[in-house]
Structures are given as C-alpha cells and as structure tokens.
C-alpha cells in the first residue's frame, strides 16, 4: 500500500509560478514511476507528467512541455512538479499518482494509488 499526499496548490496570476510536492508512505517508493494528472471542472482527468522509477526518463503532456518539470527525491519519498508560466487553462485539481509495471504511464490505467488532490487556481 501506497498513500500519497499532495501540497502547495492555490491561487496565482497568469505567468505565475507553483511548486506542488507528493510525500508518499511507504518503503517501496522507488520501485513506482509516478505521475500528475490533473481534472478541470466537467472535464475528464488528464495526463500531466510522468516520472520513471529512478528518475531516468520523464514525459510531459504537450501542453505543459516547456513550462512544468517532474521531478522526484527517492531518499524523502516525494515527487515534485514545478509549474511556471502558468496559464487559465490549467486551472484544476491535480492528483499525484503512483503506477507502472510496462503500463501506459499517459493514461489513469497505469496507476494503482492516488492521493487526494491540491486545487490550483490560475487568474487572468
């Protein structure tokens, strides 16, 4: 088992920056790649960024590309993902997620355990 916290969402101006952190439990937790998703109002979850086990590798959503880095620290058993030059659009409730296993890291079915989610509002 796997719980996964979120922190250091809010409110913040277009262009602006934010860094949200996901303290997982456990002493298995390089042995998951973990991912963000993020859920706007109406809309589906959707596929942020991912990370493998030990950091090698990372993908992004086009939308993000350039703007948001993954990121994660074995040692605290946390992820990061620093998101600059923020836009409306990604305004949402963003999940931390932990998956894998040769699984589809872009889609919800490559994950087994989510946390709870941290609001991030962007303002225009």
């Known amino acids: 088992q796997v719980q996964l916290v979120e922190s250091g969402g809010g409110l913040v101006q277009a262009g602006g920056s934010l860094r949200l952190s996901c303290a997982a439990s456990?002493?298995?937790?390089?042995?998951?790649?973990m991912g963000w998703f993020r859920q706007a109002p109406g809309k589906e979850r959707e596929f942020v960024a991912a990370?493998?086990?030990?950091?090698?590798?990372?993908y992004y959503t086009d939308s993000v590309s350039g703007r948001f880095t993954i990121s994660r620290d074995n040692a605290k058993n946390s992820v990061y993902l620093q998101m600059n030059s923020l836009k409306p659009e990604d305004t949402a409730v963003y999940y931390c997620?932990?998956?894998?296993?040769?699984?589809?890291?872009?889609?919800?079915?490559?994950?087994?355990?989510w946390g709870q989610g941290t609001q991030v509002t962007v303002s225009s």
């Open positions: 456990g002493r298995t937790f390089s042995s998951y790649a």
């Open positions: 997620t932990a998956g894998g296993g040769g699984r589809n890291l872009r889609s919800t079915s490559g994950y087994d355990y």
């Open positions: 990370i493998s086990q030990f950091g090698t590798w990372t």
